[in-house]
């Protein structure tokens, strides 16, 4: 398997576990004190950085770090859109669409030639 699909894959993963450690206490544990939340947060964002670490650990390889941040910004906004509208019942907005094609400008920018 390509290096950059075994850390994209990775990052998506990673971004699940991120995605729920920063916003799914919003939702889940709004009742409870921050710290509660605080502490089942970083529990999640441990699975976060046990797949991220070896993610760019592997992309590394083949990527400089300007395109492993970049990969990441666009995979964390193709995870949060849809753990927004689903998930947190959040209205889908014409400024994802917005957000998305200029994080692909910035995908193509940072990968070219």
Same mark, same amino acid.
């Given at each position: 398997m390509p290096i950059w699909v075994q850390t994209s894959l990775l990052l998506a993963a990673s971004n699940v576990f991120m995605t729920f450690a920063w916003y799914g206490h919003l939702k889940n544990l709004s009742?409870?004190?921050w710290y509660i939340a605080a502490f089942i947060s970083w529990g999640i964002a441990l699975f976060e950085y046990l797949l991220q670490v070896p993610a760019?650990?592997?992309g590394a390889q083949e990527l400089n770090l300007a395109q492993l941040k970049i990969m990441q910004e666009a995979i964390t906004l193709t995870v949060f859109v849809p753990f927004a509208f689903f998930?947190?019942?959040q209205p #889908?907005? #014409?400024d994802y669409l917005w957000a998305a094609l200029c994080i692909l400008g910035a995908v193509y920018f940072i990968f070219r030639a």
């Open positions: 009742t409870s004190p760019n650990r592997i998930y947190m019942q #889908l907005k #014409l």
